[in-house]
């Protein structure tokens, strides 16, 4: 029976994808191995219960990503931090050291080339610290890199679907 497989993308640049996306060809093997069942690939907005297995790129940056990694959990039998801003918040967290404030005034306004203001509406509220997944959640599984390389990803999930641990990854830490 097929494995159902999420991928998805919180506070990140969407290169974890696009490194998944480089496994080419392999691709089409795992296609025999795995049902799609959410992600940026798919037109399905609310994440789908009983997911054997779920790719995360990107650190927990706003309330939204942070109830949508709570709900992810919940569902998730193994739970992968996909690359380095999932696992110790990475590029997202830069803006650490600076107010929320200060973050919104510079995007909306100081660097924007029309329409200056900060948004009321339609924009997540940003947490005062961006955070690892594993800060948030229970993460199964880490594979590191910036992003990961096709190969490494594809070894991982290749060992996960075979019921392994693989080795490259260290196995649950965090809460
Ligand atoms: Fe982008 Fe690197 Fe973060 Fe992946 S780990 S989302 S490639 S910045």
Redesign the pocket.
């Known amino acids: 029976m097929k494995q159902r497989l999420a991928t998805v993308w919180l506070g990140?640049?969407?290169?974890?994808h696009m490194?998944l996306l480089d496994m080419d060809e392999r691709l089409l093997d795992l296609s025999d191995r795995v049902d799609l069942v959410y992600g940026p690939l798919t037109d399905i907005k609310t994440f789908p219960e009983n997911v054997d297995i779920t790719l995360v790129?990107?650190a927990v940056d706003n309330v939204d990503n942070e109830e949508k990694i709570r709900l992810i959990r919940e569902r998730t039998k193994i739970l992968v931090s996909l690359?380095?801003?999932a696992i110790t918040g990475?590029?997202p967290s830069m803006r650490n050291q600076f107010t929320n404030d200060d973050v919104l005034q510079k995007a909306y306004v100081e660097q924007a080339t029309q329409d200056k203001g900060i948004p009321k509406e339609n924009v997540p509220t940003l947490l005062t610290h961006v955070r690892p997944i594993h800060s948030v959640v229970k993460v199964d599984f880490f594979i590191q890199?910036?992003?990961p390389p096709a190969d490494v990803i594809h070894f991982a999930l290749t060992e996960l679907l075979e019921g392994r641990r693989p080795e490259l990854v260290t196995t649950r830490f965090g809460k």
């Open positions: 990140g640049c969407s290169g974890c490194s790129e990107g690359g380095d801003c990475n590029v890199g910036c992003p």
